[in-house]
């Protein structure tokens, strides 16, 4: 687990909210706090789609950013800046696969709950911290290791 701050806020906020950098992550959650709090679980509900449609999709257990990214973006715009803003990303199953095909071959897809890392905006500063959740018990670190230089190397260019 890694805790990084931000240095460049306003080119992390432009990827984020305008450009596609994070559009292939999977979103658990959503707080954004402006003259009113909205939160959103990203959990997606396959009771939602007819017959075929969430298989389609391929069973994800949450909603991409790419789709959620345009109502986070529509109640934070404006003249003033959200108070605070807490999104928590999982990585989707190909940064997973590719993990396990490299540095941490020793885990298998089972035994991953989620690869996650939080971006935490408040009062001017932002942060991202890594994480994640096994379904095993290990004392192998190799994974999280992994999993934390991925997460350095994707926001490098803000730190």
Known sequence: MILQTITDTKQLMSDLLIKDTFHDF???????????????????????????????????????????????????????????????????????????????????????????FTVKYEKGKATVLSGLSLKIFTIDQTLAHAWDCYVNKLFSPYL
């Open 26 to 116: 999977l979103v658990r959650e959503v707080t954004i706090v402006t003259y009113c709090t909205l939160h959103l679980d990203g959990t997606m509900l396959a009771d939602f789609y007819d017959n075929g449609e969430y298989e389609e999709l391929g069973f994800p257990e949450c909603a991409s950013w790419d789709k959620l990214k345009p109502l986070c973006f529509s109640f934070i715009k404006g003249k003033k800046l959200p108070l605070k803003m807490q999104l928590v990303f999982h990585a989707p199953q190909s940064i997973v696969d590719a993990l396990l095909a490299g540095e941490a071959a020793g885990f298998a897809a089972d035994d991953i709950h989620s690869l996650t």
